[in-house]
């Protein structure tokens, strides 16, 4: 028989647990952000690197090799992931590749997080930072102008090797397809290159590698270089700048650019678009008309310089006109990709 005693002191160790554990829930409620780590998070101090290095991925199943790449250029140490949505899924999947000291994801769902001094402390110290899929309007409304930003672009500044797939890329750019509203289909912007679901922000960073362009991913699977035609339209029309750039990304794929000289890795293809003059037609619920936009595509084993917007190697040159919402290609065939 247990004695009133024993019993008593049972009960109060069980009540002390249940409150430990209750305050250790409230304390992680009260922050404003989730945090998941894997390895020694103590910070280290490493050299400088000498170059930038970006990795822009296409969406869709990630690739190691950029993944490995980043590693290699941040020169290991602390791997930080941030998203607004989502889980630690990459903790083990990156840590796994080796070379990193730990690998920690923020999930950061508000502009809170994005000014919390611990979130801030971990992304100024990382050696190297990438951005997740998910909604850059997410990243937009929560990110954008606040102390994160300012974080981010910090570490640009010191060369810490950045990189984003899918909405993660999205936001790299200088001009960002925000997606505020529905997602937009190529036929639906072609077809209205001001309608509804055409929104476009700018300036979340500046890196010097991606003045004047807009990225987009899923390019193939998707089928989403007529909207990316629209997107450049749109931008020059709209006087952000007199000639703009597109880099659109295909899914599983990713461009790997250190100093502004860019390898692609991955399944798919990369597409270069640079724009010519303003476009000939571009105005609400009116079908776009913009012509000779000039694409090149890298795949295989070529090569891409952002400092100049020239391919080589296996890079394919061809010309892309909207006319009339239709695009039409000027290469053999008029493959539009």
Known sequence: MTSPTRLFSSTCRIIALALALFATQAAQAEKPYKYYAVGDTADVVLPRPAHSSLVLMGGGPDVDDAFKWMIRKGGGGNFVVIR???????????????????????????????????????????????????????????????????????????????????????????????????????????????????????????????????????????????????????????????????????????????????????????????TVGLPQVCKPKTPLTYENIGVQRLSGTGSFDLNNWAGYGSTVNYTLSAVKGALVSKQPGGAVY
Do not use: C
Request: hydrophobic fraction near 45%; charge should be negative; glycine fraction near 10%.
């Open 84 to 274: 607004a949505t989502g889980t630690e899924a990459y903790n083990p999947y990156i840590f796994a590749m080796g070379g990193v000291r730990s690998v920690e994801t923020f999930v950061l769902p508000s502009r809170a997080a994005a000014s919390d001094p611990f979130v801030l402390q971990r992304i100024r110290g990382a050696e190297a930072v990438f951005i997740a899929g998910g909604d850059q309007s997410d990243y937009l409304r929560y990110w954008k102008d606040t102390p994160l930003a300012a974080a981010l672009q910090e570490l640009a500044n010191r060369n810490v090797p950045l990189g984003g797939t899918s909405a993660g890329l999205a936001v790299l750019g200088q001009f960002i397809y925000s997606g505020m509203n529905q997602s937009v289909t190529s036929p639906e912007a072609l077809a209205d290159p001001y309608g509804k679901n055409v929104t476009l922000d700018r300036d979340f960073l500046a890196l010097p590698l991606l003045s004047r362009a807009i990225t987009d991913s899923h390019l193939d699977a998707r089928d989403r270089i007529g909207r990316l035609v629209t997107f450049l339209g749109r931008i020059v029309n709209d006087g952000w700048t007199s000639s703009a750039r597109g880099i659109g990304v295909d899914v599983e794929t990713a461009l790997l650019v250190e100093n502004g000289q860019a390898q692609r890795v991955g399944l798919g293809a990369v597409y270069f678009l640079q």
